[in-house]
């Protein structure tokens, strides 16, 4: 738990009165006048966490009492909960909804870190990832830019930043935009990859708050339908809010029932924002207009709708990628994305409108894109000989594998693709379905492998993906379920004279980890996998 920020000291009645005030209060027990001045300095949902003057939420389906009476015993003043804990010994405030509370309290103990920077949330079905790495680059830029002009105006010194108790520190032309991603959560103090795309409640909070500690003027921020579902960011305002797309995904027993409720989380992110991007060729795109209405501003994004606010045409492809002419509410220039794919022009287009939205220059959003790259999303693997091109991608649902593949034989018309997938176990579970009929239909070469199985045999899975295969009238394809033994024969089978061949791996981007059912178990990650067997195959 690193953390540079501040945390409010409260008292049990302050907590009170904020969940109160919600109306997510149903009752209190062991409470009496005088509990209401308990101090308290810290709240958590994790009992290792736990300290002295500790507010502790009780929530999830596995939880257990002793958790409750281990925080009392190491500092817990008094608990929050759905459910009533008579012998913990402590007050308690029971909820109607402690995922609700949970986000509010975490809000309140940070001190409401949104209102100190600006939050740029991203959610959809692809594009996400490279969608908030490109508004990153561009924001990096404008800070660069600013440093400097800052610099220039009063003759070498630094400006500076100004953090939660009111001291300022220096900020520099390199200082980074931080970034809560799927791939990376980078919060200005702490940086490493990512347990969840969007972290729980008091964890993402406090990676708000350290955000601020470093005078981060915005942070961007991926949110996942799991996330809005369960209300991870309640009490999150956010200064612009985008949806990317939306298509069929995460549908199983464990995330969501069916389409609706997907779609109906993802459209919650619009509920706390003031300016909402939408992209108007996006499946739904009506519906998503209509609840982007509940924000202030509705900024809207097309590649195929002149009529859209931010609007890409005259695209023109070459070995440095895809240069469009972007014409936006105030400003019309030739842009070049550093992409081979025109989906990934779509996700540009997203972070040049929630840029527009946020006022950012005209010199930041046009040569922000100029060094950046996204980890294990579209990443090329040229070849001296030119035979082969790797492409190491994250398309791990048939509507990016689709858009991945469409693209790619638009752009190398001359070559064979084979394609190395699988797909997870234990949730998502059409994903083997649509990828399989996607790759039936668009690949010339298959080899299925292992994919995150969890907790389901995987041959079971390689084997149900192998079916909608065939359905698809494709039989070049087999299956090999240790996936870097995978990615060695597809390498092996490639030939190295004749058509020229694209070799697409997918599914795990940069993951350096398999999950399996005695958990997560340390691999490569595919790009140093395809790279070693292309370069010991001659290629």
């Known amino acids: 738990m690193t ?3 501040i945390t409010r000291q409260a008292t049990l009645g302050d907590y009170l009165d904020l969940l109160a005030g919600q109306d997510l209060v149903a009752s209190t027990c062991n409470f009496d006048p005088s509990h209401a001045n308990l101090a308290v300095h810290f709240a958590t949902a994790d009992s290792r966490e736990v ?3 500790t507010l502790f939420v009780c929530k999830g389906r596995a939880f257990k009492e002793e958790y409750l009476i281990s925080a009392a015993q190491t500092g817990a003043v008094a608990y929050v909960s759905e459910v009533e804990y008579p012998q913990a010994g402590i007050p308690g405030i029971l909820v109607t909804d402690i995922r609700r509370a949970m986000g509010l309290m975490a809000d309140y103990l940070y ?17 996400k990832t490279t969608s908030a790495y490109y508004l990153r680059a561009i924001l990096n830029t404008q800070l660069a830019l600013d440093a400097e002009a800052s610099c220039t105006t009063t003759e070498g010194a630094l400006p500076t930043s100004t953090d939660t108790s009111g001291a300022t520190e220096p900020a520099s032309a390199s200082q980074s935009t931080p970034i809560f991603t799927s791939v990376l959560l980078d919060d200005g103090i702490t ?5 969840l795309t969007t972290p729980e409640a008091f964890e993402l909070e406090r990676h708000l708050a350290n955000a601020v500690s470093v005078g981060a003027p915005r942070v961007v921020m991926e949110i996942s339908s799991q996330a809005l579902k369960y ?8 200064a612009v809010a985008a949806l990317t797309n939306v298509g069929e995904d995460h549908i199983s027993p464990i995330e969501h029932p069916d389409f609706e409720d997907y779609l109906t989380s993802k459209l919650k992110i619009f509920g706390r924002c003031q300016s909402a991007v939408v992209n108007l060729d996006a499946d739904h795109a009506n519906r998503i207009l209509d609840a982007a209405t509940q924000a202030p501003q509705v900024i809207t994004f097309s590649m195929r709708n002149p009529k859209a606010d931010v609007y890409a045409s005259n695209l023109r492809r070459s070995d440095q990628g895809i240069t469009a002419t972007v014409r936006t509410p105030r400003f019309q220039q030739d842009v070049l994305f550093p992409t081979p794919v025109e989906f990934n022009v779509a996700n540009a287009l997203c972070a040049i409108t929630m840029a527009e939205a946020l006022g950012v220059s005209q010199q930041a959003i046009c040569s922000g894109f100029g060094n950046v790259s996204v980890p294990g999303r579209m990443q090329l693997l040229p070849t001296k000989s030119g035979q082969v091109i790797g492409v190491i991608d994250y398309a791990h649902n048939g509507m990016s594998l689709e858009a991945l593949l469409h693209d790619l034989k638009a752009n190398y018309p001359d070559r064979s693709v084979c394609v190395v997938f699988g797909a997870t176990g234990g949730k998502g579970v059409d994903r083997r379905v649509t990828m399989g009929n996607v790759a039936g239909r668009l690949a010339d070469r298959i080899v299925i492998t292992e994919d995150d199985p969890g907790p389901e045999d995987p041959a079971d899975i390689a084997r149900t993906i192998a079916e909608c295969v065939q359905a698809q009238g494709n039989a070049n ?3 090999v379920l240790n996936r870097d033994e995978a990615i060695a024969t597809a390498v092996e089978q490639t030939p190295k004279q004749g058509q020229k061949t694209l070799l697409v791996v997918t599914g795990k981007g940069h993951e350096t980890f398999m999950l399996r059912k005695n958990g997560s178990e340390p691999r490569e990650a595919d790009h140093v996998v395809l790279r070693r067997e292309l370069d010991k195959a001659g290629f």
């Open 3 to 5: 953390s540079a920020c």
């Open 51 to 53: 300290v002295a003057h």
């Open 111 to 127: 001190m409401h870190p949104c209102a100190r920077t600006q939050v740029c949330a991203l959610t959809g079905t692809k594009g």
């Open 191 to 195: 940086a490493g990859q990512s347990k």
């Open 231 to 238: 209300d991870r960011c309640f009490g999150i305002e956010f």
């Open 477 to 479: 394809w087999q299956i």
